[in-house]
Every structure is written in C-alpha cells, then in structure tokens.
C-alpha cells in the first residue's frame, strides 16, 4: 500500500501569511495526486487535481507543485475563508488503492 | 452538474451490516469520466478512502476494509451502493459518496452512520 505522511498536522496562521503544506508518498505516484480544503460539517472541496493543476473556480492564491514522492501545497496570501483542514489524495493507478493524507489543520493566529 | 445523494440507516447495530446508497443526478454512473467511490470520517478524525466502482464494473477497496466492503451500481437506478459488513463502534463515521474523475469531482453532503446497540 502506499502511505502518504502530510505535514504538519496544524498550524497557526495570520491573515496575509504564505502558509506551505507537504505530503510525501512512501513511493512515487508520478502526479496522481489531489489536495482539498474542507471546512467543519461540509464535504471537501478539491483545489488542486493532478499534483499541480488549479480546479475551475479555485482562486488563484491557491497552488499546488511535486511529481513522485514530494508534494506541496501552497496557500500565497491566506484569506479568512481559507481556515480550514487540508488533504491530500493520491490516486496511483498501481496498486489501484487510493489513500488520504493525515490532514492539516489551518488555524487563526 | 453531477449531484450525488446518500440514503440508508443512520443506526446500525453492532456485528450487522451497514448498506448505503448513492442516488447519482445530473449525469450517467455509466460514464467513464469518474470513478464512483464511497470514503467516510469518523467524528473528529480523518478521511478514509474506502473504495471506487468504475463504470466497466471493477473494484477497488481499502486494504484494511476489503474483507469487509462490497461496492455495486444499479445502472438502471443511476444509483451505487456500498454494503460493510461485521461493524464495530470503529465503523462509526460520516459516509459521503464521490464521483472522483479527472478534471471535475463532486461529493454528496454526507450521512451520519452510528454502530450502537
């Protein structure tokens, strides 16, 4: 199975602040990897598909970059409505078994 | 838009088995753009992938739920199930369904499955 470690678990952040979250995946997935934003009681969203690719309607501070086993998403200039948890997803096509990273929990300084 | 609806029991007993359904809108579960999957959240914790249906027929489970979990389609209803056998209070969780696909993903609201006797 292939494990993704994301991190940190939590951070706390400022309004304005480039805030970076990292998931690393036990072997390479090429890019077959996600990253959502879900917020307390809703289902999550995804922002970014294929490791780096924006989701129609996403804003632009929102970015995502790796390919194999390292990846990272980026939020440029944290707004108020970005505090939220984030995910990572990896969707190998080998072994065909798709796993969450841990979550990051994005906190009001 | 796909829309994607859950239904089923929101009480299981413990040992029994937890059946859900997804009612899939707005686009065909025959179509090859996605992979209709069920992952699920227990309270306070985590997501869990627990599994995909594609539209061939094939499936794919969580390793550590696969002796556990059957997902099936009923094309005629446009509808996808999940059924998980031998819960435990562990299997407490919100289930949401998915269409996962390449360039669009869309998640049903959730439903809350308690395990208690």
């Known amino acids: 199975d292939i494990q993704m470690t994301q991190s940190p678990s939590s951070l706390s952040a400022s309004v304005g602040d480039r805030v970076t979250i990292t998931c690393r995946a036990s072997q390479g997935i090429r890019n077959d990897l996600g990253w959502y934003q879900q917020k307390p009681g809703k289902a999550p969203k995804r922002l970014i598909y294929a490791a780096s690719s924006l989701q129609s309607g996403v804003p632009s501070r929102f970015s995502g970059s790796g390919s194999g086993t390292e990846f990272t998403l980026t939020i440029s200039s944290l707004q108020p409505e970005d505090f939220a948890t984030y995910y990572c997803?990896?969707?190998?096509?080998?072994?065909?078994?798709?796993?969450f990273g841990q979550g990051t929990k994005v906190e009001i300084k | 838009q796909v829309q994607l609806q859950e239904s089923g029991p929101g009480l299981v007993k413990p040992s029994q088995t937890l059946s859900l359904t997804c009612t899939v809108s707005g686009g065909s579960i025959s179509s090859g753009d996605y992979y209709w999957s069920w992952i699920r959240q227990p309270p306070g914790k985590g997501l869990e992938w627990i599994g995909y249906?594609?539209?061939?027929?094939?499936?794919y489970y969580n390793p550590s739920l696969k002796s556990r979990v059957t997902i099936s389609v009923d094309t005629s209803k446009n509808q996808f199930s999940l059924k998980l056998s031998s819960v435990t209070a562990a299997d407490t969780a919100v289930y949401y369904c998915?269409?996962?696909?390449?360039?669009?993903?869309?998640w049903g609201q959730g439903t809350l499955v308690t395990v208690s006797s």
């Open positions: 998915a269409s996962l696909g390449y360039l669009f993903d869309y």
């Open positions: 249906i594609y539209y061939s027929g094939s499936t």
């Open positions: 997803l990896q969707h190998n096509s080998y072994p065909n078994t798709w796993t």
